[in-house]
């Protein structure tokens, strides 16, 4: 029986039905490259765009929630504009700033912002940190203890700051009683300067030391335990084990809850809000006597209507912050090369 071969077709590129593409020829030219080019399109959107999708909620928030209210606070700040009208502006340039500079309740609130801010934050730190040095050690209950230590910041300002007017009040108030077992006669915290900043800082400590504390356990926990070992060999005490190697292995903890506080404090306005009790919580007393950047601001734009002065301060806050932060660095920077210089001498 005679058999006939096919003959391949030489002048059609079309293919015979069922056929299935052979790589490199005309049906994998049509169907696979396609298919491998929107693979590798895919591919490089996925390495390079997903990074930016990811991070871009972040930048979203900040330029509608920090980025623009700067930039239209500082637009504002050199204006003449009522709470009333803001759509109506008047050009002034930088007379509100000149203002603000010839202005004795900006340098009074600035400078009971700086004695509130000591008083507040150096023993806050302090306790903070011999706290978290006790609750470094294996404690029974240790967990309730630094559950504790965290209670007061989880306490909203508005109850702390009403708790301790009324420990504070003249006639009635439990601190002036304990005085009083003492022999010390009753004290007007209100209406004294340094009795009201005192009791304003008080409540600052109680409320921001536990968490420092926690701060600086988490800290003090990182610190390889070889450290103290060494030390002890050395026959270092517990205290010089604290000085020489807890210290120095927390110090960038230490340099961040600084400025932390900083900040805390530059922006400290329900506290002293709050203990004034009514109209001389907006004036800081009757004599502006603890009076800080933040109730100054609250008093110029929202009891005399002037958002352009409230905005100079605002941004008079804000230059502030930054010049503590320059601050810091420099320090840092001095801080490590002595350390430096000392280690290689």
Known sequence: MATSTPVPRTGGSAEE????????GPGHDRQGRPRQRRRALLHRLDVRAAPYAFVAPFFVVFAAFSFYPLIYTSWISLHRVELASMNLMEWVGFDNYTALWAD?????????????????????LLMALGLAHLLNYKLRGSVFFRV????????????AALVFTMLFERDFGMINWVLGLFGVESLDWENNKWAAQIAISSIVIWRWTGYNALLYLAAMQA??????????????SRWQ??????????RSTVLFTIVLSTIGATQLFGEPLIFGQGPNGITGGADNQYQTLGLLLYEEGWKNYQMGRAATVAWAMFLLLILVFVLQRVVKRLASRTSTRSSTS
């Open 148 to 159: 504790a230590a965290l209670t007061p910041y989880a306490t909203s300002v508005g109850a």
């Open 104 to 124: 004795a309740r900006f340098w009074n609130a600035l400078l009971n912002t700086i004695t509130i801010g000591v008083i507040s934050t150096v023993p806050q």
């Open 17 to 24: 039905p069922g056929a299935v593409p052979v790589p490199g």
């Open 241 to 250: 084990q604290f000085t020489k190697v807890t210290v120095p292995g927390i």
């Open 223 to 236: 610190i390889p335990r070889d450290r103290y070992e060494a030390a002890a060999i050395d026959g270092a």
